[in-house]
């Protein structure tokens, strides 16, 4: 069974840093798309960054320069460097597994908030 948990959300004064962290339980990264993404209310969800089985990267162009996708094999765990935070990048963030190109299920975490607020 797939879990995920967020951890490293709050609130942070624009132009500050914070470091999202998803442990990851019950996938092996190879065979799984690791992403985040966000959401604010009345809004749909949107993708901010991925990171495929080989180490490639993708970011959304709101966030490019900022914020950067990484993962530590050994600790099973997904991070997402976020720099120079902006008030529009508040939002919940969420950590993803999709694994369907393999068979496997698509999978959410929890979410934890961001709030960019002086």
């Known amino acids: 069974q797939v879990r995920l948990v967020e951890s490293g959300g709050g609130l942070v004064q624009p132009g500050g840093s914070l470091r999202l962290s998803c442990a990851a339980s019950g996938i092996i990264f190879s065979n799984y798309v690791m992403g985040w993404y966000r959401q604010v209310p009345g809004k749909q969800r949107e993708l901010v960054a991925t990171?495929?089985?080989?180490?490639?990267?993708n970011y959304a162009d709101s966030v490019k320069g900022r914020f950067t996708i990484s993962r530590d094999k050994a600790k099973n765990t997904v991070y997402l460097q976020m720099e120079r935070l902006k008030p529009e990048d508040t939002a919940v963030y969420y950590c993803?597994?999709?694994?369907?190109?393999?068979?496997?299920?698509?999978?959410w975490g929890q979410g934890t908030q961001v709030t960019v607020s002086s």
């Open positions: 993803n597994a999709d694994g369907r190109r393999w068979g496997n299920m698509n999978s």
């Open positions: 990171i495929n089985g080989g180490g490639s990267t």
